[in-house]
């Protein structure tokens, strides 16, 4: 069955902390990778995604992933978050057609 | 702006009183989508229209239903909420070209039963 794992329900970071969030699927097809955002009190809107190429990927607001397929996942990262950075994060899967399956989300804190 | 609008933004309803929620877009996507999320979930698809054709989830209770009369609008119907359907409900779109293509999400509609 396809399924995506946000390992981090809840993270609470200092502004210029580094961080790494993980993301795990489990899909035995072609995937297509997402992170949305939504900033408190906004829809969900699209970070960065992956289809095919470099696995390293680039979205929006100094955000990257990294899709590595011998592990099934596709962690986010950012050098160092601002407190405009705090959102909740939905990893998603493409899981063929329009499908997509979405994690759990992970709630990030930034303290000021 | 294009967007995705829905309304109400919350909306209150009774138990086993039908309740309509509905979305509109002014991005002239040929795809809509339904989620269902509750409290510290995942999203959760539960149907989809690719132009006026339907796409139901499996996994759908036949208490949701969905009305797209055309390319802006789209709608969801809730025949008898239980207590179970509180919830936010999230509309999105996309165009339909590729798999690669974003979905642009609406506010939500969220849903209280009493």
């Known amino acids: 069955a396809q399924s995506v794992s946000q390992h981090n329900h809840h993270v609470i970071l200092s502004e210029a902390a580094s961080l790494e969030l993980g993301c795990n699927y489990s899909?035995?097809?072609?995937?297509?990778l997402f992170w949305y955002v939504q900033y408190p009190g906004q829809h969900l809107q699209l970070l960065l995604k992956y289809f095919s190429g470099d696995p390293l990927v680039k979205g929006i607001k100094g955000f990257e992933a990294e899709f590595i397929k011998s592990k099934f996942s596709f962690n986010l990262r950012k050098p160092s978050v601002q407190w405009s950075d705090t959102a909740e994060y939905f990893c998603a899967l493409r899981a063929g057609g329009f499908k997509t399956i979405f994690g759990a989300g992970t709630r990030l804190f930034v303290k000021a | 702006d294009a967007m995705v609008i829905q309304n109400p933004r919350y909306q209150v309803t009774q138990f086993g009183k039908p309740v309509t929620l509905s979305c509109s877009q002014t991005l002239n996507h040929n795809v809509m989508y339904w989620y269902q999320q509750k409290s510290s979930q995942a999203p959760k698809l539960l149907f989809h229209y690719y132009d006026k054709d339907f796409n139901n989830e499996a996994d759908t209770p036949d208490n949701f239903q969905s009305r797209r009369p055309n390319t802006s609008f789209c709608f969801l119907d809730i025949r008898s909420p239980g207590l179970g359907d509180a919830a936010m409900y999230l509309c999105?779109?996309?165009?339909?070209?590729?798999?690669?293509?974003?979905?642009?999400f609406g506010p939500g509609t969220r849903l209280l039963v009493l």
């Open positions: 899909y035995g097809g072609t995937v297509n």
């Open positions: 999105a779109t996309s165009r339909a070209t590729t798999d690669q293509e974003t979905q642009y």
